[in-house]
């Protein structure tokens, strides 16, 4: 009898034993699985509500989270940040409409803003597999969506799954917009209490939260909060107007960092910003870090609202942009759609239950990954037929280890697919066209650059028995690099000067020693004439460019170089012996006839210069009465303009700028003058450029533009600057792994490029003709095959490692 009661309260306890296990596992599985397919849900656990914060042209590399401190404290602290969140595509309506479908571009075919952008190809297929409709169909959650939707959206419909819908009609817009309100399409005006776009979705996200906790608390929602911040036109809430003043943190690496003549076709042909440019991207800078706030505020503002309502702890949040921006980066003054770390990466976050805090994860991960995560977390089976992977695996290893099996290689892509020659002959071709060292062979075969150097003439290519190859030298800065001795005592006396006491100088004569240790500041000066001469080469025949084209100044070249005397004062010798050195010491490849005359010209050229100076300053006397406001403490934005005008623009003289009575702005009538249209002006000499270029996109900019402060000042002018080309169209691979970090990619135009961003994180070196072309037909194969791929799992593969392994999809699996 005993025995049998024993057994039974044995089997009592192991039932109820197994029942408690099997509670713990089925929360396990929901809070902590690594399913990639869903998590599994027990009625005793409530699905997780989801969130998703969208940006619009937020960027990451220009550090613009930095003055977001809510919103990191929030996400960074609390939860998980991507350090690589890239997109797959970096223009806006393409890149939502892959964050809504979890496809590539060249699967849901919405490539530009326009084109398709809300179409009937969009309409009528994938906005109904978005994930906002497979959550509400198949996973029973309530549905929001609260702001911009897609560019070309007109408002005549509300989107398929979508239970409270509150869209944004066209493109971002901060005031005096229209929106369609669940069918109603309702206009708003200029009140910043009533009307201002971000604060209004996130007042109406809030209270439709408050109110469907508390009439169905027991159904999950998800929302979309799609924030108009920080794109154009940029009006920030007036408490915010006066803020960041000077803040250049857009200044990156690759900031005027131009020409570019190893790059793609409008990179070669930008120059350097012109002086009204960088002022513009200083204040555009400014005014997009100012709209931030209002997002800071309204995370802030969301997260609060859910602690008051006892949801935090059972939400996931995504915070994230829909590409970067770039703000004079290489040279172009602002936009996206560039395939460079500023344009493609964005802050990615998430945070949410089960999930660790403070924690970075360096796995590539993508917009294309946003739709399978948000079905994996509300327990949707994810539809095959998306691209994208769900991270919830990575973000549920509580651990800073990156997963083994996840992707190391993300497509990158931008317009159609033309059918281009083998990468071979393209790269052949290109390093042909391109290569300093091909262009300088070819050029320098040309007669003209044979012979002494007359008047006018800039170049002089030079080929004998010391050279196995061309060399530039440059007319008014010759320096002799052959091995013969100098021998030009009688003509032009071999000496150095150098500054002592009161400007005065002694004479000295330089032996073969100092000659000897000018061998590395002749090889850079060699280097950097051939710079210069490529790109005199390419002006010279190009149709259009923009910006200023100039190489590096001699004086940062010479301040770079250290020659080593027995001086003592070897530094203050390097700065005035050095010059002196270049023209006066060594050798000149012309008589000396023609280097006293060249010296003669330059005092001459000098003093025309200083006479145009002071005839400028007794006109500007007579006329007009100034003062410098514009390094007065109150003004500090602009304290720098004349920085600018004087060092970026040779033409630019001191007094071409005026400055008017204290607290006034800062005007430039006689650069507007010296410029009269600014969207009409000179791109070489003899041409204009007019801002509607064929095949370019081009913007003009001027005081009517921004309705909101802070302003740009009327008598600052317009001007014009084209940002992008029909033929900047590209496909890029973007790795990231243990072994390897770099962009490879491949333009319509047949032009490659390949960027080592362990050793160049700016990528400001094309170092394509470094690889082996095995690498380079490696690279262009598993290329071509991510460009056709469809799928999470053809995607995935040939995302992998192990790329280069036959695909072998499901129905070959099953018959096998």
Not at 540 to 557: F, M
Request: glycine share 4%.
């Amino acid at each position: 009898m005993l025995t049998l009661l024993y057994k039974k309260k044995f089997f009592l306890f192991l039932k109820y034993f197994v029942f408690i296990v099997g509670i713990c596992l089925e929360k396990w599985t929901y809070v902590g699985a690594r399913s990639e397919n869903k998590i599994i849900n027990n009625n005793l656990f409530k699905k997780p509500n989801i969130i998703l914060l969208i940006t619009d042209d937020q960027d990451k590399e220009l550090g613009s989270m930095e003055f977001m401190p809510k919103t990191l404290k929030i996400f960074d602290s609390e939860g998980i940040e991507f350090t690589h969140g890239l997109v797959s595509t970096p223009i806006c309506c393409p890149s939502r409409t892959s964050i809504l479908t979890g496809k590539y571009v060249h699967n849901h075919n919405v490539m530009t803003n326009n084109q398709n952008c809300s179409g009937v190809e969009w309409r009528t297929v994938h906005e109904k597999r978005t994930f906002l409709n497979l959550v509400k169909l198949k996973g029973n959650y309530a549905t929001s969506y609260f702001g911009k939707y897609l560019n070309e959206y007109d408002g005549s419909y509300v989107p398929e799954g979508i239970d409270h819908f509150m869209g944004l009609i066209k493109n971002s817009r901060f005031y005096n917009y229209t929106v369609n309100l669940n069918g109603k399409k309702i206009k708003h005006g200029y009140d910043y209490h009533k009307d201002y776009f971000t604060d209004k979705i996130a007042n109406d996200t809030i209270n439709f939260i408050e109110r469907h906790v508390t009439l169905n608390k027991n159904v999950p929602f998800l929302s979309v909060l799609s924030f108009p911040a920080p794109h154009g036109p940029e009006d920030s809430a007036p408490q915010y107007s006066q803020l960041f003043d000077g803040i250049q943190s857009h200044r990156t690496s690759a900031w005027n960092y131009a020409p570019n003549p190893d790059k793609q076709w409008i990179l070669q042909r930008t120059g350097k910003m012109e002086p009204i440019h960088v002022v513009f991207t200083d204040l555009l800078h400014r005014r997009r870090l100012q709209t931030l706030q209002s997002v800071d505020d309204a995370v802030e503002k969301l997260i609060n609202k859910l602690k008051d309502l006892d949801q935090l702890d059972n939400t996931f949040l995504i915070y994230t942009s829909d590409h970067g921006y770039h703000l004079g980066q290489f040279g172009l003054v602002k936009g996206k759609n560039m395939p460079f770390e500023f344009d493609i990466k964005v802050p990615f976050y998430i945070r949410g239950p089960g999930i660790g805090k403070n924690r970075k994860i360096n796995n590539i991960v993508s917009n294309i990954d946003i739709a399978p995560t948000i079905l994996n977390i509300a327990g949707v089976e994810i539809d095959k037929e998306m691209d994208g992977k769900s991270f919830l695996s990575l973000i549920l290893n509580n651990s800073n280890n990156d997963e083994n099996g996840w992707r190391d290689t993300l497509l990158i892509e931008r317009g159609k697919m033309p059918k281009l020659k083998r990468i071979k002959e393209r790269f052949l071709k290109q390093k042909e066209v391109f290569s300093k060292k091909e262009i300088i062979e070819k050029v320098c075969k040309s007669p003209e650059y044979h012979g002494d150097c007359l008047e006018e003439q800039k170049w002089k290519c030079i080929k004998n028995d010391s050279f196995s190859n061309w060399n530039v030298i440059k007319c008014r800065d010759f320096i002799e690099i052959n091995n013969k001795k100098c021998d030009c005592e009688n003509t032009y006396k071999v000496r150095m000067k150098r500054e002592v006491d009161n400007d005065t100088r002694e004479k000295g004569y330089v032996d073969e020693t100092i000659i000897k240790n000018m061998k590395k500041f002749i090889i850079k000066i060699l280097s950097r004439w051939e710079e210069e001469f490529v790109r005199d080469h390419y002006l010279n025949n190009d149709v259009w460019h923009q910006g200023i084209i100039e190489t590096k100044s001699k004086r940062n070249v010479f301040k770079s170089y250290n020659i080593s005397t027995n001086n003592k004062n070897d530094e203050e010798f390097n700065k005035e012996f050095i010059p002196t050195l270049a023209l006066d010491v060594l050798c000149l490849t012309v008589d000396s006839n023609y280097c006293e005359s060249e010296l003669n010209y330059k005092i001459k050229k000098l003093k025309k210069k200083l006479y145009k100076i002071r005839e400028t300053r007794r006109k500007l006397k007579s006329r007009i009465k100034c003062n410098c406001s514009l390094i007065n403490n109150n003004d500090r934005h602009y304290k720098s303009l004349n920085d600018y005008f004087i060092t970026t623009n040779p033409e630019l003289n001191i007094s071409d700028i005026i400055y008017h009575e204290k607290n006034e702005s800062v005007g430039v009538p006689l650069y507007g003058r010296k410029y009269k249209n600014l969207s009409k002006r000179k791109t070489k000499k003899g041409q204009l450029n007019t801002c509607n270029l064929p095949q370019m996109n081009c913007f003009t900019h001027d005081y009517t533009h921004w309705k909101t402060e802070p302003f740009w000042p009327e008598n600052y002018g317009k001007f014009c600057f084209c940002q992008n080309t029909n033929n900047n169209t590209y496909w890029c691979l973007r790795t990231f792994n243990e072994t390897h970090n770099f962009l490879y990619c491949e333009f319509i135009t047949g032009f490659i490029s390949y960027y080592d961003i362990n050793n160049d994180p700016s990528q400001l070196s094309n170092i394509v003709y470094s690889l082996d072309i095995n690498i380079l037909e490696q690279l262009s194969t598993q290329l071509q095959l991510l460009k056709t791929c469809k799928g999470v799992d053809e995607c995935e593969h040939y995302s992998s490692k192990n790329w280069n392994l036959p695909f072998l999809n499901d129905k070959f699996k099953n018959k096998k």
